[in-house]
Every structure is written in structure tokens, then in C-alpha cells.
């Protein structure tokens, strides 16, 4: 797997705020990748990486059903309340502001395949 990647998509997971939460799509369309690919790489994310895994979610801004139990005390502290459904977050209500993410990511990586107007 692509090693400079996956730190990259780390460094925009880094960049989520507390409080909000950002879908595997919404970082894939930052790196011109698939959703998947986010996926995965989260999924090899180890504690030494320090990041904040959980506020990337599914498009419906679920977490890993398996991960919920470790979600739901960090979400709480920071602020993000469940759907009534137990399972995840309203994602329209606690999504990041992608405009300033991005802006962020490429300050911090240079420029972003998937914002390229190419």
C-alpha cells in the first residue's frame, strides 16, 4: 500500500476538528480516490498514529458497527450526539467545513488531486 498516501490521508483526518466528523467520501474526493481506499487505510490505522479515527464515518455518518462501542464515549465528550437509531451522527449537522479542510490540507500536503480542475 502506498505509504505516502496513507500519511496523507492521515494528516486530513488530523485536521477534522473535534466535534465534527468527515465521511471516507468526502477525504476520497479530496485525494481523487475511492471511498474504499480510505476505508482500508483506516482500517491499518494503529494507536502509535495518534488520530482521530473516530470522526470519519460513512456517507450516513455511521462508524464501523464493530468500532460503535468506542465511538459513542469519544463523540459524547466532544460534543456529537447519536441518531435516534443508536448508530451513528446526523452527518449534515456535525460534517466539517470541507472548504476550510481542504484549504487546510493543502496548506499543510500542496496541492489536491481531487480539487484539480483539470
Known amino acids: 500500500m502506498n505509504e505516502q498516501l496513507r500519511e ?15 465521511s471516507y467520501g ?3 474526493e479530496l485525494f481523487g480516490i475511492n471511498p474504499r481506499l480510505v476505508g482500508r487505510l483506516m482500517s491499518i490505522s ?3 498514529d495518534e488520530l482521530p479515527w473516530w470522526r ?4 450516513y455518518g455511521d462508524p464501523p458497527k464493530r468500532l460503535l462501542d468506542e465511538v459513542v464515549p469519544r463523540w459524547a465528550e ?11 451522527c ?27 480542475d483539470d
Open 56 to 59: 470519519v464515518t460513512n456517507s
Open 26 to 28: 468526502d477525504i476520497a
Open 90 to 116: 446526523r452527518i449534515k449537522e456535525y460534517r466539517a467545513d470541507l472548504a476550510a479542510l481542504a484549504d487546510d490540507a493543502e496548506r499543510l500536503l500542496g496541492p489536491m488531486p481531487g480539487l484539480r
Open 46 to 48: 494503529e494507536p502509535a
Open 8 to 22: 496523507q490521508v492521515y494528516a486530513v483526518v488530523s485536521l477534522v476538528p473535534p466535534g465534527r466528523v468527515i
Open 78 to 88: 466532544e460534543g456529537i450526539t447519536l441518531k435516534p437509531n443508536g448508530i451513528g
